[in-house]
């Protein structure tokens, strides 16, 4: 190899590891929020696995599968399988609705009852909709 292809392969050497490190790196707070959230039995077992993305300032960052955009059905239905395609208004459907929204919950408490987080915003984990076929 020259010169100039050994420059130029340690300079693209650096720029993908500077790329793996932002897009990897998880810091050590959000790490210890998402193992205290995956030690609460009722969160650990549930379908969807809340987590903290990301801490912006004080406000923790956490995924959800609610949106506006996506019926609650859709979601209820992907993770409660036995309530796809019934009604709204089924207490079936109602059950389902207020266990998401417990849990949804209990994760929130969990993360705002840390000493550096003020606040939880959610957002919208595109991801886990794309993989089971939702598109937003």
């Given at each position: 190899m020259d010169r100039g292809t050994k420059i130029y392969a340690l300079i693209l050497g650096v720029f993908t590891l500077?790329?793996?490190v932002v897009f990897l790196y998880?810091?050590?707070?959000?790490?210890?929020l998402n193992e205290q959230l995956s030690s609460i039995r009722s969160i650990k077992e549930f379908p969807y696995h809340f987590k903290v993305i990301r801490i912006d300032n004080r406000t923790a960052v956490m995924s959800t599968p609610r949106s506006t955009d996506v019926p609650v059905a859709r979601i209820?239905?992907?993770l409660f399988p036995q309530v796809?395609?019934?009604s709204t208004q089924s207490p079936e459907f109602q059950k389902a609705q207020k266990k998401?929204?417990?849990v949804q919950n209990l994760a929130r408490i969990t993360?705002?009852?840390d000493d550096e987080i003020d606040k939880v915003r959610w957002e919208l984990d595109r991801s886990w909709l794309l993989q089971h076929g939702?598109?937003?």
């Amino acid at each position: 190899m020259d010169r100039g292809t050994k420059i130029y392969a340690l300079i693209l050497g650096v720029f993908t590891l500077t790329l793996a490190v932002v897009f990897l790196y998880e810091s050590p707070k959000v790490s210890e929020l998402n193992e205290q959230l995956s030690s609460i039995r009722s969160i650990k077992e549930f379908p969807y696995h809340f987590k903290v993305i990301r801490i912006d300032n004080r406000t923790a960052v956490m995924s959800t599968p609610r949106s506006t955009d996506v019926p609650v059905a859709r979601i209820l239905g992907i993770l409660f399988p036995q309530v796809k395609g019934l009604s709204t208004q089924s207490p079936e459907f109602q059950k389902a609705q207020k266990k998401l929204a417990t849990v949804q919950n209990l994760a929130r408490i969990t993360v705002i009852n840390d000493d550096e987080i003020d606040k939880v915003r959610w957002e919208l984990d595109r991801s886990w909709l794309l993989q089971h076929g939702i598109t937003i």
